[in-house]
């Protein structure tokens, strides 16, 4: 339930939080977004520890891919690669976050009109 709260002269309105982790649309939310996080930073981290992994204990990386550009300079450049194609995608996710969320204060504020 919604509490109130005196700030001045005003009357405010105190959301009530632990009502809403509960509820089924921040569940699914939190769901979400760790089904996609959670993969997402596992192949980041493990992609960017993998280069000074091969470039310290192994010579694939020292090998000429094209011409007189090793192996390494392409990881290097994947590397970019794979975090900007990483950040568009959560912007794209992060659209469908925010719906998500705007579904749970939608919600909550039915919620409180109905007590």
Do not use: C, H
Request: aromatic share 14%; proline share 3%.
């Amino acid at each position: 339930m919604a509490k109130t709260a005196f700030e001045g002269t005003k009357l405010k309105k105190v959301e009530d939080f632990e009502r809403i982790e509960r509820s089924a649309p921040f569940q699914e939310l939190l769901k979400a977004k760790r089904k996609f996080l959670v993969p997402s930073i596992i192949l980041f981290v493990a992609f960017y520890l993998l280069f000074p992994i091969l470039i310290s204990y192994t010579d694939i990386m020292d090998r000429p891919a094209i011409g007189d550009i090793s192996w390494a300079w392409i990881y290097a450049l994947l590397l970019f690669v794979m975090t900007w194609t990483l950040a568009t995608i959560y912007m794209k996710k992060a659209v469908k976050f925010d719906n998500m969320v705007e579904d749970v204060w939608k919600e909550t504020n039915e919620g409180r009109k109905a007590q």
